[in-house]
């Protein structure tokens, strides 16, 4: 139902960890952890944005590519202000999802609360199992999952 759009973003994620690069620009941004996963007629997908305004992330699906953006400023106001320690990743983070069509992306829900976005986007009812009918010439009508 899901499939990662970038073969080698963890390679990028593992070297802006080595070289430090947690700076991530519109033109560049930086990829945001996600878990995915299937509860009942539910697929649930949730990212990782801890200090990100709601106001600061954008939805949008076309085609059936889902993408997330948001972008993370830096919290501390202030021309005078030397920063000590700033290992906290700041700038734009992007990510694109390729989603099936077995699922409605008409109905995603979005919600945001501690750091964590979560889109539930239902199974399509094209998708759900059902009964088919089958007759026989002599038979009464058999149903079989499909």
Known sequence: MLMRTDPFRDLDRL????????????????AMPMDAYR???????????????????????ERNVLTVRAERRPSVPGDDVQMQVAERPLGAFSRQLFLGDGLDTEHIHASYEAGVLTLRIPVAERAKPRKIAVTGADEQPKQIDA
């Open 39 to 61: 509860v009942g007629d539910e697929f649930v997908v949730a990212f990782d944005l801890p200090g990100v305004s709601p106001d600061a992330i954008d939805l949008d699906v």
């Open 15 to 30: 070297t802006q960890q080595v070289f430090g690069n947690v700076t991530g620009t519109w033109s560049r941004p930086t």
